[in-house]
């Protein structure tokens, strides 16, 4: 793909080595986010740029991997459709990029073209972007949310769009959450495997109506061995121990 590719813009046929070894590579559509591996981890990013999700201060593309600023404390990081998310070693959440949903989180409708430190609380412990909503889990076990909601992707009871960190529910045994196109799904720590947001047929872009999904998190089926989960704009994947 493109997005992918050595300083060009023809397509590959198959994987193909990019640069130096960058583990904890993610991304989504057309933009790609990477942390360099032991020690100080440095943001790289590369790929579509028009609404500043690289945060390299511009909207202009990179056709290779761009060191992004010059902080060495990066944690982890979730490309979403047109922006970015990320957390610092200190617990700090961080975002940028489109943000007309409210996604990025700091209250406003306002694109970010470099990393916007979201709040003050320093206890974030994952973060996934999806389509344009973000969805966390701080260090309690606690589940968060905001950004794109017409669906229920947020799992507060509503359809209603958020522009800052919501709780979602009570419970505090989530461990894992991953935000597909405008869909969730999560894994809480008994190992079973919860989902909101659009039925399946809803997420193939017809309308459902008013039952266009489910509004807060619903339990997936009876099994307690879930490990992993990843959601994507029509279709989840997960793994099971």
Known sequence: MSRIERNSMDQVAAPR???RRLPGLVGMVVCVLALTACGPKTLWG?????SGQLGDGSSSPQFIPAQIGTDTNWSTVSAGGTFTVGIRSDGTLWAWGSNGSGQLGDGTSTSRYAPTKIGVDTNWKSVSAGGSHTLAIRNDGTLWAWGWNWSGQLGDGTTDNRSTPTQIGSATDWKAVSAGGSRSVAI????TMWAWGPRPECTLLFSCGS???????T???TATNWASVSAGTFHTVAIRT
Do not use: E, K, M
């Open 17 to 19: 080595r990019v640069g």
């Open 219 to 221: 339990q997936i089926g």
């Open 46 to 50: 590369w790929g579509s740029n028009s």
């Open 211 to 217: 039952d266009s999904g489910y509004l807060v998190p």
């Open 188 to 191: 809480r720590t008994d190992g």
